[in-house]
């Protein structure tokens, strides 16, 4: 299968999941979930600069573009997922969205900050992604970007998928938040290792890469999620 294929199947699992997913998260049922946004949210009312402008690449069904803009910032989502992007316009008719790849969008550097919350892993190819988001970044910008922790995530979760933490490798998981039914579609999975991630983040031109390792989010296992902060 080419990348493109591979791609197409992706996005079509997180068409086929956003119905459940927007439930989850408008009902609070994501503890994870809610964590991570509490965190980004305070980085980003903390960052100086002050950040004005926030992109939120690959926003699923759009809960934190709208806490985003509740707390204030001019914040755009976007999602290659139609059915993502149909289940945020319903929920929150008071944030923007569009249908789109970070990749499709005009590179007019309006932005102060990228977000990116738990989307890298999911990407086919990580260098398109996080040259795309620099290319929409201020001078001064900030991408923030969460991760499954490339190092535990997946080895406690799936070890009978036999993962390697040396090279990348492509599975479609099972995702179930704690205490739930499993989403109907099976979702994909790019395991890479933490330095992957950097490399492609210099390579895209941000000179200064921050790691945060945060003990726990929610109630799911310790040591699960990693931030990666990457400054231009
Ligand atoms: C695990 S979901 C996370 C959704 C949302 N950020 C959240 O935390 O609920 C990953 C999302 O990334 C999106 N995505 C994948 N590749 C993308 C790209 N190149 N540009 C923008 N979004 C992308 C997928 O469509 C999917 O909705």
């Known amino acids: 299968m080419t990348d493109v294929q591979v791609d197409d199947q992706f996005i079509r699992a997180w068409d086929a999941n956003a119905r459940i997913r927007?439930?989850?998260?408008k009902?609070?049922?994501d503890s994870a979930y809610t964590d991570l946004s509490s965190i980004l949210i305070s980085q980003l009312k903390n960052h100086t600069p002050p950040i004005h402008s926030v992109l939120d690449a690959g926003c699923g069904v759009g809960a934190l573009t709208n806490l985003l803009h509740e707390t204030g910032?001019?914040?755009i989502g976007i999602d290659p997922s139609e059915a993502s992007i149909h289940q945020a316009r319903q929920a929150w008719p008071e944030s923007s969205f569009a249908v789109a790849r970070v990749e499709q969008m005009p590179t007019e550097r309006i932005f102060d900050a990228v977000v990116a919350n738990m989307v890298l892993h999911t990407t086919t190819s990580l260098d398109s992604f996080c040259q795309a988001?620099?290319?929409v970044l201020a001078d001064h910008g900030v991408f923030l970007a969460t991760i499954p922790h490339p190092a535990f995530y997946l080895f406690a979760k799936e070890p009978s998928l036999n993962p390697e933490y040396s090279h990348e490798q492509r599975f479609l998981i099972t995702f179930r938040i704690n205490g739930s039914e499993a989403h109907p579609r099976k979702v994909p999975y790019v395991q890479r290792t933490i330095q992957m991630y950097t490399d492609a983040l210099y390579r895209a031109g941000f000179h200064e890469i921050r790691i945060t390792e945060p003990p726990q989010v929610g109630v799911g296992r310790p040591h699960d999620v990693l931030l990666l902060q990457g400054l231009l």
């Open 133 to 135: 988001t620099s290319a």
């Open 73 to 75: 910032f001019a914040a």
């Open 27 to 29: 009902e609070h049922r």
């Open 22 to 25: 927007i439930s989850e998260l």
